[in-house]
């Protein structure tokens, strides 16, 4: 029997995500939306406080600690059975907010950004989201490969073996293919339709489906205030076959939809 999938609630304490940016720099606001994510039934807090859109630029390390460490501190302050995840590519960021209480680092680099991220993740035994970056995402473009899943699976094994060797335990890793992120929309589809074989060879996986259209083909009629739709149909989807981690914005919607995916498997 497989663990039943978690949802990572997203706490973006920037002024320039594609989502909600600037909404949550202000920290009686950042404190509301947390609150609000835990009484829906959210798992784990996602926070981050650099972008990663297409034409992001990187935030300091100072400015991430400054940000995000009073947030961890308000979260472990509340009686509530909530786990922290830290989405940054800065080892130095990793390590403040591992020694003030996250559990697990959100790297959309894999690691890749800051070489000694690893060693960290090592250091204070983490675990790890490693995802799929690539350098085409910040020019708001899309790798060219004849097959994504092939791409990916080399991708994701050599990183495994590298973290593997950097002394991390094969458990404490868990893989997101980052839909959306510098990849064409027919790649983006081949992979939702393929996320099962991600599970069955890497067992932990991530995805992140909040406001995605994923292709333009695939949604083409849905508008912006109805993407929600599409993020509960594969929510729901995800939750079936497996996918540990899922992470959303709107939580109650999605908690409700991976509770009847799970009833529904487990039945």
Same mark, same amino acid.
Not at 19 to 28: A, E, L, M, T
């Given at each position: 029997m497989r663990n039943k999938t978690k949802l990572l609630g997203i706490l973006n304490l920037t002024s320039?995500?594609?989502? /909600?940016?600037? $909404?949550?720099?202000?920290? /009686?606001?950042? $404190?509301?939306?947390?609150?609000?994510?835990?009484?829906?039934?959210?798992?784990?807090?996602?926070?981050g406080a650099e972008s990663t859109k297409p034409g992001y630029s990187d935030v300091s390390d100072e400015i991430q600690i400054n940000r995000i460490l009073p947030i961890i501190d308000y979260i472990q302050s509340l009686d509530k059975k909530i786990d922290i995840s830290i989405d940054t590519r800065s080892s130095i960021v990793a390590e403040k907010c591992l020694i003030s209480g996250a559990r697990i680092i959100n790297d959309v680099s894999g690691a890749m950004h800051d070489l000694k991220m690893l060693k960290i993740i090592n250091k204070y035994d983490s675990e790890i989201i490693l995802g799929h970056l690539p350098e085409e995402h910040k020019n708001n473009a899309s790798i060219q490969t004849s097959d994504i899943l092939s791409t990916l699976t080399n991708y994701f094994d050599a990183l495994i073996l590298k973290a593997e060797s950097s002394g991390i335990e094969r458990k404490k890793l868990i893989i997101d293919p980052c839909i959306c992120f510098g990849k064409t929309g027919n790649d983006n589809v081949k992979i939702l339709k393929n996320l099962d074989y991600f599970v069955d060879r890497y067992d932990r996986v991530c995805i992140g489906i909040s406001n995605k259209r994923f292709s333009s083909e695939l949604f083409k009629n849905i508008h912006d205030n109805e993407l929600n739709i599409i993020s509960l149909a594969i929510s729901s989807y995800l939750s079936y076959i497996g996918v540990e981690f899922i992470r959303v914005h709107d939580i109650e919607p999605n908690h409700d939809a991976v509770e009847v995916s799970w009833k529904t498997y487990t039945s």
């Open positions: 320039d995500s594609f989502s /909600d940016g600037g $909404k949550f720099i202000n920290f /009686d606001n950042a $404190k509301a939306r947390v609150d609000r994510m835990i009484d829906d039934g959210c798992n784990y807090i996602d926070i």
